[in-house]
């Protein structure tokens, strides 16, 4: 698998519509290539921002999030949230590289990955996918890895269900590998965490991508969500006193 980042001038809310974005720094989409771009830019191209001191972040915070955990539970004065059904600190919400904004996430990251993948293949005329990342942290392990916020134009993830391993003597019964996980966390590791300016990924040879010349299905996007009955910390996540955006159930 190959990955070619894609170095941009640094992004500021408002400058650039975001197919303008990719039509200024995107020159070519090999064939069956995948375009990994930060949710972060997305934002700022689309408008998520608000300026510091307009809004309170911990307000953001709960603004955002349909459950959370106030900042006194932990040592970092950060908010534990669950934002999408995706755990993450601070529902996404950064300040990092946003110019004096508060960065949140783009208000419809299904839409906007699908919005990318229709123009490329108009204009490069291939199948392609796209991929929206982000970066979170693991509990019990140290350091941020990537996450795939939106995926569009192959399938989300790779059954192992029923299949052999490598004795022929035992069958699988739960793995599924996440394409949209595990590709994110590549792309995210080669885009940085700081002033580098690479926040496109061009993704070639990735062989256990099934690749699809559509956006994907309502029931596609569903199977990457776990519940929580399901979810082998399910117990756990049940038992956190969350407070919850009003309207959540």
Not at 148 to 174: E, I, M, Q, R
Request: net charge negative; hydrophobic share 40%.
């Amino acid at each position: 698998m190959k990955l070619t980042t894609i170095q941009t001038d640094a992004v500021r809310a408002g400058e650039l519509d975001l197919l303008e974005l990719v039509d200024r720094y995107v020159t070519d989409m090999p064939e069956r290539s995948i375009l990994a771009v930060t949710a972060k830019v997305v934002s700022l191209c689309e408008g998520r921002v608000v300026k510091f001191g307009a809004e309170a972040k911990e307000a953001l915070v709960r603004r955002e999030s349909e459950y959370y955990l106030p900042p006194e539970y932990n040592p970092y004065g950060v908010m534990v949230t669950v934002n999408r059904d995706i755990l993450i600190a601070s529902a996404g919400i950064d300040e990092s590289n946003g110019d004096g904004n508060y960065i949140l996430w783009p208000d419809d990251p299904q839409a906007s990955a699908n919005r990318i993948r229709e123009h490329l293949r108009r204009r490069f005329g291939r199948e392609v996918g796209v991929l929206m990342t982000d970066s979170r942290i693991t509990p019990m392990r140290r350091g941020t890895v990537g996450l795939g916020l939106a995926h569009s134009g192959f399938a989300p993830l790779h059954n192992y269900v029923g299949t052999p391993d490598v004795f022929g003597t035992y069958d699988l019964k739960y793995t599924y590998a996440s394409m949209v996980d595990g590709l994110a966390a590549a792309a995210v590791l080669m885009m940085g965490e700081g002033a580098q300016r690479t926040p496109i990924v061009v993704i070639e040879g990735a062989d256990m991508v099934e690749f699809q010349d559509r956006n994907p299905t309502a029931e596609e996007l569903q199977s990457l969500r776990i519940p929580l009955d399901e979810d082998l910390y399910g117990e756990m996540l049940k038992a956190i006193p969350w407070d919850k955006r009003p309207g959540t159930a």
